[in-house]
């Protein structure tokens, strides 16, 4: 091979590498992508970005009190479908993937018997109060890290206090409402 068979090779690889390189450049500015800043689907994963949560602790709502005041146990009963896979309600129900929840309002946590709860729900301790039901509702893992209760949350306030206000009605329909 002499050096000009040579350099035709090599020119002919560089034309083939700037052919691609322009096509590149070429559909890039015939399609230019824009890149939309969220995907078009939002995805619940459950998870709230945390820009949220921390805007949301700050944000003074009603309190449990005011909620519960003005609840709605019958909402509660048809919010409790979401429970219902996990938790039987009524009197005497099977425990499932998690306790039978019949009387909890005010019952010692983790005291349904027959139930294997987690090490970190046992160590929690303390009674179901209406604020403890309200807080492990709203995102039980961020009350009790460890729970195996793999349950999201119920984002709304007013939802939880429709729920509890349906779990009061369980037995403990004479229970105080919350005061503050
Ligand atoms: C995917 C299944 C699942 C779903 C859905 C679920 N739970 Fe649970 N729940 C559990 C498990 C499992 C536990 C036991 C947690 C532990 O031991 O850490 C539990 C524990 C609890 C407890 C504590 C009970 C006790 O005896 O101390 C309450 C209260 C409770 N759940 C209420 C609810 C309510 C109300 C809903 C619906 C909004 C709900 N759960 C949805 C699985 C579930």
Known sequence: MNSFELNKIAGAVLAGALTVVAVNEFANIAISPEMPEKNAYAIDTG??????????????????AALMASADAASGEKIFKKCSSCHTAEEGGANKIGPNLYAILNKAKGSVAGFSYSGALIEKGGDWTYEDLDAFLKKP????????????????????????????????????????
């Open 47 to 64: 998870a709230e970005e945390s820009a949220g949560t921390a805007a949301a602790a700050t944000e003074e709502g009603p309190s449990l």
């Open 141 to 180: 893992k961020d009350f009790i890290a460890g729970t195996k209760m793999s349950f999201a949350g119920v984002k709304k306030p007013e939802q939880r206090a429709d729920l509890i206000a349906y779990l009061r009605t369980l037995g403990t329909a004479d229970a105080p409402l919350p005061t503050e």
